[in-house]
């Protein structure tokens, strides 16, 4: 079971999941629905994810987005190891 997380200040975070699942996938990686998160930030020089005022922490956006894929992926291991992986 694969998923991504990108951070930091980088315009194409979801090329960037593409390449890393499609990679995972390659390699054996079961790649369940919603399994990439980002978060961008403000566009151009700034400060990341976790840097002290950077409000990545606080974003809405990211939080349900990376709630969502926590969720999907524990689902999806939990069926798998109950056998009712399809």
């Not at 151009?44 to 974003?59: A, M, R, V």
Request: aromatic content about 10%; overall charge negative.
């Amino acid at each position: 079971m694969g998923g991504c997380l990108i951070t930091g200040r980088e315009n194409g975070a979801k090329h960037c999941g593409m390449n890393i699942l499609y990679s995972l996938q390659h390699l054996g990686f079961a790649i369940p629905p919603q399994a990439d998160v980002c978060w961008v930030g403000e566009a151009g020089p700034g400060l990341s994810y976790l840097d002290p005022g950077s409000g990545g922490s606080e974003n809405d956006f990211t939080n349900r987005d990376t709630t969502f894929m926590t969720w999907i992926l524990i689902t999806t291991l939990t069926n798998q190891e109950q056998g009712s992986w399809s």
